[in-house]
């Protein structure tokens, strides 16, 4: 099950025209009329989408500009970034978001503010990303290798579904204590049917 802010997250990203009002907010903080007129959809559509990113906390209210047309006009300002990590194999299932607000005490290591050297400094970034992505490509095969086995051995070992259900669950997480506490059992309980997968 997911928790409540990444099926938040999910629905908000869902729709392209929320997707697109992000990608604007990032350039610049900004107000519903503003951009509807650059997205090229009607206010009121503009705004029930931003509705739905307030709620979501991808975005936040920052202040109000007067309007010649009558009612003050909000201004919005993106909020609540992260990164999203979906990993879907064969034997598991894992959706992750890591909050990625700036760190103001993150050094950059590069001193200069040319453009030339900054875009230089992006693209080792980039490279590094790319190279640890590769990485944990190949770690997440081994861990769906791994869990094959295991899911064979629990297939095997543990005939009645409510076992099952826990020695699964405990490969989920790894953790007797949030095992047990999921299912409202003793952790001595959740040790007794472990046991069954390290024989």
């Known amino acids: ?10 629905e908000a990203l869902e729709n392209n025209t929320r997707r697109e009002i992000l990608r604007r907010l990032i350039r610049d903080d900004t107000y519903a009329f503003e951009m509807s007129r650059m997205i090229g959809v009607s206010q009121q559509a503009i705004n029930k989408q931003l509705e739905m990113l307030l709620r979501a906390n991808l975005i936040s209210v920052v202040g109000v500009v007067p309007s010649s047309s009558g009612a003050s006009r909000k201004i919005y300002r993106p909020t609540g970034f992260s990164t999203m990590v979906v990993d879907y194999s064969r034997n598991f299932f894992e959706v992750r978001r890591y909050p990625i607000e700036t760190d ?9 503010d040319r453009g030339s050297d ?25 861990k769906d290798i791994v869990l094959g086995k295991l899911n064979q051995k629990v297939a095997e070992l543990a005939p009645d579904p409510v076992t099952r259900e826990i020695l699964t669950t405990f490969l989920d997480n790894l953790s007797v204590k949030e095992t047990a506490q999921k299912f409202g059992l003793p952790e001595d309980f959740i040790n007794e049917k472990i046991k069954k997968l390290i024989i």
């Not at 997911?2 to 999910?10: K, L, N, T, Y």
């Not at 103001?104 to 200069?112: A, F, H, L, R």
């Not at 400094?121 to 640890?132: F, G, T, V």
């Open 1 to 10: 099950m997911f928790d409540e802010d990444i099926e938040d997250f999910f």
């Open 104 to 112: 103001q005490n993150m050094k950059v290591e590069i001193d200069s």
């Open 118 to 142: 900054l875009i230089v400094h992006l693209k080792n970034i980039n490279q590094k990303i790319e190279e640890i992505m590769l990485q944990r490509e190949k770690l997440v095969k081994k």
